[in-house]
Structures are given as C-alpha cells and as structure tokens.
C-alpha cells in the first residue's frame, strides 16, 4: 500500500530502528533512504487507524520489508474512504480553473525541441553533473528568442542522448512523444528558446530549447468539464489525506521519523 503525492517536510533522525508508537518501520541492520522511510512511516499511521477503527485485525503486523498485507491494505482503503470525503467541485471553481489553465486543454499542440541531456547513472555524482548541466544551460542561453548558435556544437560534446550526433535535435513532438515529466515542463506554455532552467526527467537533467510552438486548438469547457472535474478532485484529495495524516501523526509516538504534527481535526 502507497500513499501517493503526500508531501511532508520531515527528516529522519539516527536511532537504529524508526517506531510508530513502538512499532518498528524496518529491521535494525537496514538505513532507509528518507523517502522510504517517509512512506513506511505514513502507511503504518493508517494501518494502526484502521486497527483501532475496527476495520483490521489486532493481529495483523508490520512487515520488516515494508510490505503491507492484503487485509491491510483493503482497511486502509475503507478507512480513507470514510475519513477523507470530499464534495464534488463546484461549477465555478471548475470554471474558474479551467480559464487559470487552459493550455493544458489545447489539442494538437506542437513542439519542435533540441536538447543536450545529462544522464543519470548508477554512481554519478549528482551535485557535479548539476553544475556541468547549468554551466551548459548559461552557455547557450538567448535571451532575444533567437536559436542558439552555441547549441548544436555543446550538444554534440557533452549530450549523452543520440541526438547530440544531430546537435540535439528532437524534431517535432506532441505531448505524448515524451515522458510525461518532460512534457510537464514544454507543453501548455508559450516560451520559446532556451529554458531558463534544467528539466528533470527519469532520464537525468536537460537543457532544452524550443525553436517552434505550434498551440492547437482551445477544447471548449463542456468538452473538458470531465478532465477539469478529476483533475480538483485530486487535488482536494491530496490535501485532505495529508491534513488527514498530520492528524494521526500529532496523536502518535514518533521514533526516528519527523512528520508535521497538526493538532486540528480533518476539514471534510
């Protein structure tokens, strides 16, 4: 069981084995890389909620791998549903979301991109392939809008993508050519040029110039009502689990993992 997009600004402190209200998270040998233990930590809040709700059998445990049982999982499920209703959004927050990001509802919209990519691979040191990445990324920037003339030959040199054989070149693309994290950060956007700033991908970090936009064409707010309706309710959802968890952990006994502790009760 996962709890997805729930953002906490926490930090593991150093004893051998990190506990939720004396359960621990992992066994004593492993150190769990922060992330991890972050999510451990807001799984088995919820897995104890569920136990004391009625919803999961005393008997049921924390694995020393992380991994949630079935039953678990299931309670979790039903006590989320029960503590983390939301009303559905309104026609004008829809609307008005809609109008606050309406290049995200444009079809048929066309990029023609270059890019120089730094991958990251198993031992790379981050922090020195970052610099190198930005140090490239002032090299070529144009700040008029123009292509950069620097750009083909940098690519050439430090890409480690194929297209740095073709200056970078990635030719035309739509949204879904890319990996959605790198489309994220050129679509429904009017620059053109060199981004002032790295694009991270699975891949590693980019330095990326669009040299053409093509926009699409505007869906209409009936024709996206759907999309625009999912896309608040997810947010609404976000927040409330996270204020949902901040709850629990305010009422727990934290060992070895800080979340941020809210002491207000969950606004449905």
């Known amino acids: ?52 709700a009625g919803l999961l059998d005393p008997a049921d445990t924390c694995a020393a791998d992380g991994v949630t049982s079935e039953a678990a999982a299931k309670a979790i499920e039903v006590l989320l549903e029960q503590s983390v209703a939301l009303a559905d959004p309104s026609e004008e927050a829809c609307r008005r979301y809609y109008a606050a990001h309406e290049p995200t509802y444009r079809t048929g919209e066309r990029l023609r991109v270059r890019h120089i990519l730094f991958a990251v691979t198993p031992g790379v040191d981050v922090v020195a392939l970052r610099k190198r990445a930005e140090t490239a990324m002032l ?81 209409p707010f009936e024709a996206v009502r759907g999309a625009v309706e999912t896309a608040l309710r997810q947010q609404a959802y976000v927040a409330a689990l996270r204020q949902f968890l901040q709850l629990l952990a305010g009422e727990a006994a934290l060992e070895g993992v800080d979340l941020d502790a809210a002491n207000t009760p969950l606004v449905q």
Do not use: Y
């Open 1 to 52: 069981m996962r709890v997805e997009n729930v953002d906490f600004s926490t930090h593991a402190r150093a004893p051998d084995v990190a506990r939720i209200n004396g359960v621990a998270l992992h066994a004593s040998q492993n150190v769990l890389p922060l992330e991890e233990l972050r999510q451990r930590a807001c799984t088995e809040l919820l897995r104890q909620a569920a136990q004391r």
């Open 139 to 219: 090299e070529v920037r144009c700040f008029d809008g123009s292509a950069s003339p620097n750009f083909g030959r940098l690519a050439a040199e430090l890409s480690n993508c194929p297209s740095g054989a073709a200056g970078g070149e990635l030719g035309w693309l739509a949204s879904a050519d890319c990996a959605p994290e790198f489309a994220r950060e050129l679509f429904g956007r009017a620059e053109v040029g060199v981004l002032p700033r790295l694009v991270h991908s699975r891949f590693g970090l980019h330095v990326v110039e669009v040299l053409k936009r093509e926009t699409g064409m505007q869906q």
